[in-house]
């Protein structure tokens, strides 16, 4: 016990750093964003399975696992269908991914250029707004350093549970392919560099892997096999792959540099010359740090990792979706902190003033985020706005707040022909009897639709909704 | 005298020429003892449709039988043709590696001598030959019942690893496999082989389980199973207990092996080879050494046969397969201990195992094979069970039928899913067969001789081969006039 209590004081200013990740994490989990269409209607599912008490195998689509509908379980049991209630898990897992992801990049870089490393990861205005989205999707990044802890970790077991929780991960959404190609391809280089003892049991114990990765991975794969219907045309979508390679270097400055994650929630981009500011720095730190790295073959390493997971990754999705792209900008702003911590070692800044550095970055990054993010939302339960993504546009009105219209629609029967205005109101209909929503057009009294303009007409019961309209019907 | 057998070259020979003799009684009339089984054309059907990429192709012919022995016979098909021999390739590969899976789990659990005779009396005894030959998907399971017993007997680093992949894999061949995996924890708890304390080692069992498993359980919660073959349920459950005594001595006398292919119940027969089984085994378990073991054996073995029961919501001999081979395994075991006790000095114990071997053989070519060859099979109703009977004519030789509407332009039809289903699959290899779907598109009818709804042909005259054995087959009309 005192050599923990004194490892605790000896490293405290981590402690700190790991208390403003909770702070970030936890503040306004349950209203900032507001609740999510996809988040309602993958909350529903765990509706459906505790209504039907059988056991279900297929998740809110063929392609995402049912696991997490079913770690959710006790936490809406506990505290009712909300958003908090499905994000909490998320957070949870979040804390896990902090640790593990200290751990790794401690063992693999020294402290410092690991703490910069995970500052720069996990303070980024996308992870703190991306990685509390009770969504499957936002546990990549949760299976990614769990399969890779466990590739690392000498120990009996450390190709089964590795296997295994790539497994789980392509289980829970099959957007972790690509991050799942990049681990094992990586994996199996790293094997070169290391001693020939460890190469052979590596290689003698890689089927124990296997057999863990199918336990995880089969009955998803079950499931893909049999319903179909959601999954597009993959055909199709190889086709126009070179397409979306062109389309990336446009998107890829908003990308990287956090912009459009920031306008999800505000609508709006963030100036031209900041995003490229940020962007060019941390491609000058991506770079600079294959030279000044002390593991330059490691980080080398990490950098052909993201470049096999994008290439793969622009392969499999249909279209740009900011989602998707969340691992591939999070590592990105990894390997920068990572170069980060290498400059300061390598211009000899004193170590208390390396610690105070970090602290002061990882406020910086929060008082940008709130900035950017949070206060804009807070001010005005988010937006409307399209901001141009790629190929396509986007719409911000999916983060926004529900709550005013929760209000506003009380007892009143309504219908929205947005699925996803009407997944959320479904899913918070478990919990909420005052919701009045209806299945069809018909029975319906009042209409409702996200506000595009400042036009209000007549039949408007509440004017003063800034993202809603809910109108009486005609 | 344990001298004559216990020299490694010795028995190298023994098992060599064991083998030999196990190839020649297994490819002996191969596909024509017994021809195209009702099942197994249905099963080749399975195979046809994944060939034509007209099925899922992760779905077996049913959502509790997997599609991978499906894909196993697909090269044997593509080879062979559509063919009885395809289909039933792959069961003597199996039976193949059985053979030696049986001696060394055998061996590492019971010694060397005799696990021999465990052996002669697995691979010999009419179950095996007669049923291991029949391409099901069930008759897999033994297979991987020895391969997660040879897994959990070695002396390997990832033994628990691959005994629950073996085990997930048989689960997934068939559910019915699924109490074996019971049975086996269960008897390993009672007889504290697991401890307790250390139980959460064993949670890579369960991780290579659900690898072997994972598809089709998604598979079966998916689409659930056929109420009607199994599901279980407490309430039948005593009714079923009593139907399994009384289905006992057919079943592990092995006298229901005969009685499927010739139509007959052999109850004298029954009574013989079930009295001397009981006393074998009784000498297994009452001789040292390897008490323990043969206990351990009969305990799991009946563990599995009530979980069976409760699972299965009829009874037929294929659900319990699996424990007719284990039960004769034990004998063969008992029969070792009373050699090794009363004629271990004797020269007749060095041919012991060939003369053993030899009777059980011939037991099966007496009461089968010849009769069968003989007659074409049978259309007569048996007992198949304690409580219930049917007609062999699903067994029947459908080479005679084949061959006669080969030679016929007409377009054949069978109401009997058993007759139709070995046309259909022959169908395609043969473009001279030409099956019609439904009964009104078709110009001939074909049923059972003697029984069913073809019984108005009252003379041979209408019939177009009357010198059919087991089947009839009419002109159409005439059916429908009558």
């Given at each position: 016990m005192n050599s923990i209590l004194l490892k605790a004081r000896r490293n405290y200013w981590v402690l700190i750093i790991f208390a403003l990740f909770l702070i970030a994490n936890f503040s306004y989990l349950g209203s900032v964003p507001g609740l999510m269409g996809d988040e309602g209607s993958e909350g529903q599912n765990v509706f459906e399975i505790l209504k039907s008490k059988q056991v279900a195998v297929v998740g809110e689509r063929s392609y995402i696992g049912v696991l997490i509908d079913y770690v959710r379980i006790p936490f809406i049991l506990g505290l009712g269908y909300n958003a908090f209630a499905l994000r909490l898990p998320i957070v949870i897992a979040s804390i896990v991914f902090f640790w593990m992801m200290l751990f790794l990049l401690k063992k693999t870089f020294g402290l410092m250029p690991a703490i910069f490393g995970l500052i720069l990861l996990t303070f980024s205005p996308i992870y703190l707004g991306e990685q509390r989205l009770a969504w499957a999707i936002t546990l990549i990044p949760f299976f990614i350093a769990t399969s890779i802890f466990f590739f690392y970790r000498e120990s009996k077991y450390n190709f089964l549970l590795a296997g295994l929780f790539l497994g789980l991960g392509l289980s829970n959404h099959i957007i972790f392919l690509p991050s799942a190609v990049a681990v094992i391809v990586i994996f199996l280089i790293s094997l070169l560099f290391r001693g020939k003892k460890i190469i052979s049991t590596s290689l003698s114990n890689f089927w124990t892997g296997l057999i863990s990765f199918w336990a995880g991975f089969g009955i998803q794969f079950a499931i893909l096999q049999l319903f179909k219907e959601d999954q597009g045309n993959p055909g199709k979508v190889a086709e126009l792959f070179s397409e979306r390679f062109q389309n990336l270097p446009n998107l890829l400055p908003s990308l990287l540099s956090g912009s459009v994650y920031i306008a999800r929630y505000s609508g709006q981009l963030l100036s031209q010359p900041n995003t490229f500011l940020i962007f060019y720095t941390l491609i000058f730190l991506t770079f600079l740090g294959l030279f000044i790295s002390k593991q330059k073959k490691i980080y080398f390493l990490i950098i052909v990792g993201i470049v096999i997971h994008l290439v793969a990754l622009l392969y499999i999705i249909d279209r740009y979706s900011l989602r998707y792209f969340v691992v591939f900008a999070l590592s990105v702003w990894l390997v920068s902190g990572l170069s980060l911590g290498f400059l300061l070692q390598k211009i000899s800044i004193p170590l208390n003033f390396q610690k105070i550095i970090a602290i002061v970055l990882a406020l910086i990054l929060l008082f940008f985020s709130a900035n950017k993010i949070l206060f804009p939302f807070l001010k005005t339960g988010g937006n409307t706005n399209n901001f141009p993504l790629g190929n396509r546009e986007e719409s911000?009105?999916?983060?926004?707040?529900?709550k005013p219209l929760l209000s506003c629609i009380s007892d009143k029967k309504v219908f929205s022909e947005n699925i996803h205005i009407r997944n959320r109101l479904t899913f918070l209909t478990n919990s909420n009897n005052k919701i009045k929503l209806v299945e069809n057009f018909k029975n319906a009294d009042y209409i409702i639709e996200y506000r595009k303009d400042s036009v209000k007409n007549a039949r408007e019961i509440c004017p003063t909704l800034i993202n809603f309209k809910v109108s009486k019907k005609k | 005298m344990k001298i004559f057998l216990s020299k490694i070259t010795r028995t190298r020979i023994i098992l060599a020429t064991l083998f030999l003799i196990f190839l020649i009684v297994n490819f002996a009339y191969l596909n024509r003892v017994p021809g195209l089984v009702g099942d197994e054309g249905y099963e080749g059907l399975s195979v046809t449709e994944h060939i034509k990429n007209l099925r899922n192709p992760i779905l077996g012919r049913e959502s509790y039988v997997s599609f991978w022995v499906d894909y196993f016979r697909i090269p044997f098909v593509l080879l062979f043709g559509f063919s009885t021999l395809a289909l039933r390739i792959p069961m003597i590969i199996a039976s193949l590696a059985m053979f030696w899976l049986t001696w060394i789990v055998l061996k590492r659990i019971f010694g060397e001598y005799f696990a021999l005779f465990g052996l002669i009396f697995f691979i010999f005894s009419p179950a095996f030959i007669l049923y291991q030959r029949i391409s099901w998907p069930i008759n897999f399971l033994p297979l991987f019942a020895l391969l997660t017993l040879e897994s959990l007997t070695s002396k390997r680093k990832n033994k628990v690893l691959t005994a629950g992949l073996a085990a997930g894999f048989g689960t997934s061949t068939h559910f019915v496999f699924f109490p074996f995996v019971l049975s086996l924890i269960i008897s390993a708890l009672l007889l504290k082989k697991i401890e307790i304390k250390k139980i959460f080692s064993y949670w890579t069992f369960i991780v290579s389980f659900l690898a072997g498993f994972g598809i089709q359980l998604a598979i079966l919660i998916t689409y659930g199973v056929e109420s009607s073959r199994m599901g279980g349920g407490m309430a039948s459950y005593a009714s079923k207990i009593i139907s399994l005594i009384s289905s006992i001595p057919i079943y592990f006398s092995g006298t229901i092996y005969f009685s499927e292919l010739i139509g007959t119940n052999f109850p004298t027969l029954t009574i013989l080879t079930l009295s001397i089984l009981i006393f074998l085994i009784s000498l297994s378990l009452l001789l040292k050494p390897k008490r323990r073991e043969a206990a351990l054996w009969l305990l799991c073995l009946g563990i599995f046969v009530l979980f069976e029961t409760y699972i299965v919501n009829y009874f037929h001999i294929r659900y319990f397969h699996l424990a007719v081979l284990a039960i004769w395994a034990l004998a063969g075991i008992g029969l070792g201990k009373l050699l090794v006790k009363y004629f271990a000095n004797k020269k007749v114990f060095l041919f012991s195992p060939f003369f053993v071997s030899l009777i059980l053989i011939l037991l099966t070519v007496y009461f089968a094979f010849i009769p069968y060859l003989k007659f074409e099979g049978s259309t007569k109703i048996y007992a198949d069970s304690g409580v219930s009977y049917d007609s062999a004519g699903h067994s029947a030789d459908i080479k005679p039928l084949v061959d006669c509407i080969d030679k016929l332009p007409k377009t054949v039809y069978a109401a009997e899913p058993k007759i139709q289903n070995r046309l259909l699959f022959l169908a395609n290899g043969n473009p001279n067969i030409k099956i019609a779907e439904k009964r009104s598109e078709a110009n001939l009818f074909i049923d059972y001789r003697g029984e069913g709804p073809g019984q108005e042909s009252k003379s041979r005259n209408k019939e177009m081969c009357p010198e059919l054995n087991h089947f009839i087959v009419i002109p159409n009309n005439d059916f429908q006039k009558n």
């Amino acid at each position: 016990m005192n050599s923990i209590l004194l490892k605790a004081r000896r490293n405290y200013w981590v402690l700190i750093i790991f208390a403003l990740f909770l702070i970030a994490n936890f503040s306004y989990l349950g209203s900032v964003p507001g609740l999510m269409g996809d988040e309602g209607s993958e909350g529903q599912n765990v509706f459906e399975i505790l209504k039907s008490k059988q056991v279900a195998v297929v998740g809110e689509r063929s392609y995402i696992g049912v696991l997490i509908d079913y770690v959710r379980i006790p936490f809406i049991l506990g505290l009712g269908y909300n958003a908090f209630a499905l994000r909490l898990p998320i957070v949870i897992a979040s804390i896990v991914f902090f640790w593990m992801m200290l751990f790794l990049l401690k063992k693999t870089f020294g402290l410092m250029p690991a703490i910069f490393g995970l500052i720069l990861l996990t303070f980024s205005p996308i992870y703190l707004g991306e990685q509390r989205l009770a969504w499957a999707i936002t546990l990549i990044p949760f299976f990614i350093a769990t399969s890779i802890f466990f590739f690392y970790r000498e120990s009996k077991y450390n190709f089964l549970l590795a296997g295994l929780f790539l497994g789980l991960g392509l289980s829970n959404h099959i957007i972790f392919l690509p991050s799942a190609v990049a681990v094992i391809v990586i994996f199996l280089i790293s094997l070169l560099f290391r001693g020939k003892k460890i190469i052979s049991t590596s290689l003698s114990n890689f089927w124990t892997g296997l057999i863990s990765f199918w336990a995880g991975f089969g009955i998803q794969f079950a499931i893909l096999q049999l319903f179909k219907e959601d999954q597009g045309n993959p055909g199709k979508v190889a086709e126009l792959f070179s397409e979306r390679f062109q389309n990336l270097p446009n998107l890829l400055p908003s990308l990287l540099s956090g912009s459009v994650y920031i306008a999800r929630y505000s609508g709006q981009l963030l100036s031209q010359p900041n995003t490229f500011l940020i962007f060019y720095t941390l491609i000058f730190l991506t770079f600079l740090g294959l030279f000044i790295s002390k593991q330059k073959k490691i980080y080398f390493l990490i950098i052909v990792g993201i470049v096999i997971h994008l290439v793969a990754l622009l392969y499999i999705i249909d279209r740009y979706s900011l989602r998707y792209f969340v691992v591939f900008a999070l590592s990105v702003w990894l390997v920068s902190g990572l170069s980060l911590g290498f400059l300061l070692q390598k211009i000899s800044i004193p170590l208390n003033f390396q610690k105070i550095i970090a602290i002061v970055l990882a406020l910086i990054l929060l008082f940008f985020s709130a900035n950017k993010i949070l206060f804009p939302f807070l001010k005005t339960g988010g937006n409307t706005n399209n901001f141009p993504l790629g190929n396509r546009e986007e719409s911000a009105e999916a983060l926004v707040d529900i709550k005013p219209l929760l209000s506003c629609i009380s007892d009143k029967k309504v219908f929205s022909e947005n699925i996803h205005i009407r997944n959320r109101l479904t899913f918070l209909t478990n919990s909420n009897n005052k919701i009045k929503l209806v299945e069809n057009f018909k029975n319906a009294d009042y209409i409702i639709e996200y506000r595009k303009d400042s036009v209000k007409n007549a039949r408007e019961i509440c004017p003063t909704l800034i993202n809603f309209k809910v109108s009486k019907k005609k | 005298m344990k001298i004559f057998l216990s020299k490694i070259t010795r028995t190298r020979i023994i098992l060599a020429t064991l083998f030999l003799i196990f190839l020649i009684v297994n490819f002996a009339y191969l596909n024509r003892v017994p021809g195209l089984v009702g099942d197994e054309g249905y099963e080749g059907l399975s195979v046809t449709e994944h060939i034509k990429n007209l099925r899922n192709p992760i779905l077996g012919r049913e959502s509790y039988v997997s599609f991978w022995v499906d894909y196993f016979r697909i090269p044997f098909v593509l080879l062979f043709g559509f063919s009885t021999l395809a289909l039933r390739i792959p069961m003597i590969i199996a039976s193949l590696a059985m053979f030696w899976l049986t001696w060394i789990v055998l061996k590492r659990i019971f010694g060397e001598y005799f696990a021999l005779f465990g052996l002669i009396f697995f691979i010999f005894s009419p179950a095996f030959i007669l049923y291991q030959r029949i391409s099901w998907p069930i008759n897999f399971l033994p297979l991987f019942a020895l391969l997660t017993l040879e897994s959990l007997t070695s002396k390997r680093k990832n033994k628990v690893l691959t005994a629950g992949l073996a085990a997930g894999f048989g689960t997934s061949t068939h559910f019915v496999f699924f109490p074996f995996v019971l049975s086996l924890i269960i008897s390993a708890l009672l007889l504290k082989k697991i401890e307790i304390k250390k139980i959460f080692s064993y949670w890579t069992f369960i991780v290579s389980f659900l690898a072997g498993f994972g598809i089709q359980l998604a598979i079966l919660i998916t689409y659930g199973v056929e109420s009607s073959r199994m599901g279980g349920g407490m309430a039948s459950y005593a009714s079923k207990i009593i139907s399994l005594i009384s289905s006992i001595p057919i079943y592990f006398s092995g006298t229901i092996y005969f009685s499927e292919l010739i139509g007959t119940n052999f109850p004298t027969l029954t009574i013989l080879t079930l009295s001397i089984l009981i006393f074998l085994i009784s000498l297994s378990l009452l001789l040292k050494p390897k008490r323990r073991e043969a206990a351990l054996w009969l305990l799991c073995l009946g563990i599995f046969v009530l979980f069976e029961t409760y699972i299965v919501n009829y009874f037929h001999i294929r659900y319990f397969h699996l424990a007719v081979l284990a039960i004769w395994a034990l004998a063969g075991i008992g029969l070792g201990k009373l050699l090794v006790k009363y004629f271990a000095n004797k020269k007749v114990f060095l041919f012991s195992p060939f003369f053993v071997s030899l009777i059980l053989i011939l037991l099966t070519v007496y009461f089968a094979f010849i009769p069968y060859l003989k007659f074409e099979g049978s259309t007569k109703i048996y007992a198949d069970s304690g409580v219930s009977y049917d007609s062999a004519g699903h067994s029947a030789d459908i080479k005679p039928l084949v061959d006669c509407i080969d030679k016929l332009p007409k377009t054949v039809y069978a109401a009997e899913p058993k007759i139709q289903n070995r046309l259909l699959f022959l169908a395609n290899g043969n473009p001279n067969i030409k099956i019609a779907e439904k009964r009104s598109e078709a110009n001939l009818f074909i049923d059972y001789r003697g029984e069913g709804p073809g019984q108005e042909s009252k003379s041979r005259n209408k019939e177009m081969c009357p010198e059919l054995n087991h089947f009839i087959v009419i002109p159409n009309n005439d059916f429908q006039k009558n």
